[in-house]
C-alpha cells in the first residue's frame, strides 16, 4: 500500500545527492529505521516448482551511496548478470534470507498466498530485524514492521531490484536441479513455466509432484493421464 507520505518521496527531489533507486532507503536511513528490508517474490506463473520469495538488507549509506550495484528487475537481466549481481549483493548486504512455499503448499493456498507466505518467510527468517519493509506490490502480512508496497518496485527501489534477484537465481538454482531428476520435461530450459515444450511433455508423462494442481494445465493433464490408465486396466 503507497502512503502519501511515501509517495512524495518519491516525487520530490533528493535533498543530497543520492542514486535514484535508494532514496527510499536513504530517506528511512535518515529517519532512524537502520534496517531497511526489500522484499520481492518470483515464480507465481509457473506450472512447476516453488514460489521464492527474498529479503535483503543493506547497511545504512556507506558504500551503498557511493558504489551502488547496478540492480533491477531481475527479469530485465540475463541470466549471467543475475548471478554475478546475486554473489555481489549477497557480499554487500547485511542480512539476506530466502522464503519457500512448494507445489503441494501452494495447491492448498492458492497463488496469491503462496507469494505472500513466501514473503513472510523470508521477512521473518532473516538474521537482523527488519525495521522498515519495501515491497514490490503487495504488503507482507503478519509481520510487526512498518512497510510500504509499491507496484513495480524491482525497478526502481534498490532493496526490492536486489531482493528480485535472490529469489530468482536461487529459484533456477532449484529448478535446473530438479531437471536432473526429471530430465524429460527440461525444467532447466524453461524454470517450469509454461512453454510449448514444457506443455508437450506434461501431456506426454504426466505431472510431477512438483506441478501445482491447482494450474488448469496440469489438473487437465493429470485427468488425462488418469484417463488413459483407466482405459489400460479396462482393456487387461
Known amino acids: 500500500m503507497l502512503d502519501h507520505a511515501m509517495a512524495a518521496v518519491v516525487k520530490r527531489p533528493a535533498a543530497r545527492a543520492v542514486p535514484d533507486m535508494l532514496r ?6 535518515d529517519q532512524g529505521f537502520a534496517a531497511v528490508a526489500g522484499v520481492d517474490e518470483v515464480g507465481l506463473g509457473p506450472l512447476a516448482g516453488p514460489v521464492v520469495a527474498a529479503a535483503v538488507v543493506f547497511r545504512a549509506g556507506g558504500k551503498c551511496l557511493t558504489e551502488p550495484l547496478a540492480v533491477t528487475d531481475s527479469k530485465k537481466l540475463t541470466a549471467a548478470r543475475r548471478e554475478k549481481l546475486d554473489v ?13 512455499v512448494e507445489a503441494d503448499e501452494l495447491d492448498r493456498l492458492g497463488v496469491h498466498q503462496a507469494g505472500l507466505e513466501a514473503m ?27 512497510q510500504s508496497a509499491f507496484v513495480r518496485a524491482d525497478g526502481f527501489v534498490y532493496s526490492v531490484a536486489a531482493a528480485s534477484i535472490v529469489a530468482k537465481v536461487h529459484r533456477d538454482g532449484l529448478m535446473t536441479a530438479l531437471d536432473s531428476k526429471y530430465p524429460e520435461y527440461g525444467f532447466a530450459r524453461h524454470m517450469g513455466y509454461g512453454t510449448a ?6 501431456d506426454r508423462y504426466g505431472p510431477t509432484p512438483i506441478h501445482r494442481r491447482s494450474f488448469a494445465p496440469v489438473r487437465r493433464a ?15
Open 24 to 29: 527510499l532507503e536513504a530517506l528511512l536511513w
Open 88 to 100: 555481489e549483493v549477497r557480499e554487500r548486504a547485511l542480512a539476506v534470507s530466502l522464503g519457500t
Open 120 to 146: 513472510r518467510r523470508a521477512v521473518v527468517s532473516l538474521s537482523v530485524a527488519a525495521d522498515y519493509l519495501l515491497v514490490d506490490a503487495r504488503v507482507v502480512p503478519d509481520v510487526a514492521m512498518a
Open 197 to 202: 515444450a514444457h506443455m508437450q511433455a506434461l
Open 222 to 236: 493429470l485427468e488425462a493421464m488418469n484417463s488413459r490408465e483407466a482405459v489400460a486396466v479396462a482393456a487387461e
